[in-house]
């Protein structure tokens, strides 16, 4: 009988589990993909200049600022964007080192 408690909490250990993993697997973010509408809303790769990051902003300067989809950089998640010149700094948060790696590899 004591056995069957045991096993039953195992298995019930494992279900929980499972299911957590599902969870944390579904809320990931595909940085790559999240990368390449980036540089597409900021004109596509011949429109980047030059970009660096700090910290969590990301700071592009463009050939022409105006093809820019601001709106579109926003809707990916930017908390923030200032136009200054031909520069735009992105608030993008915590994940900035992700997806300097990935533009790294678009370029």
Known sequence: MFDNYVIEYILI???LFVIALA??????KDFKIDANKLVEA?????NI???EFNKSRFIVTLKDVTIANKEA???LGARGIVEIDNQ???????NAEQIKRCIKDLK
Do not use: E, N, P
């Not at 900021?42 to 011949?46: A, D, N, P, R, V």
């Open 42 to 46: 900021l004109g596509g790769k011949s």
């Open 49 to 51: 200049v030059d970009y």
């Open 88 to 94: 735009l700094k992105i608030i993008i948060g915590d």
């Open 13 to 15: 250990a494992i279900v």
């Open 73 to 75: 950089i926003q809707k």
């Open 23 to 28: 969870i944390v697997r579904s809320k990931k």
